[in-house]
């Protein structure tokens, strides 16, 4: 079995009003990763993503491009202990 893990994630660049949010959660609910994607108030997007690690590296991957209007700059991604603490993948206001 996979190993469950989880990843902070946060996008720079021209990533909001891309509809960067509704594909975030179309690719993770495709891959079964769960958490959420929000807009910060600083023009990024923060994700928190948690799953099988095959399955967390595909969202994240996808995220270093995004849907076709996004222009991302950077990721940072940060590594933190899976919880388990999210049912679904959500988008968050």
């Known amino acids: 079995m996979d190993m469950k893990i989880r990843r902070y994630v946060k996008v720079y660049g021209r990533v909001q ?12 609910d495709k891959h079964g990763v769960k958490g959420y994607v929000k807009n910060l108030p600083d023009g990024t997007v923060e994700a928190v993503l948690e799953g ?9 991957e ?27 993948f959500r988008i968050e206001y």
């Open 17 to 28: 009003g891309v509809f960067f949010r509704a594909n975030t959660k179309t690719v993770a």
């Open 62 to 88: 996808w995220m270093h491009t995004g849907p076709p209007l996004a222009k991302v700059k950077k990721l940072e991604v940060r590594e933190e202990e899976y919880k388990g603490e999210y049912r679904d």
């Open 52 to 60: 099988e690690e095959e399955a967390v590296k595909k969202v994240i």
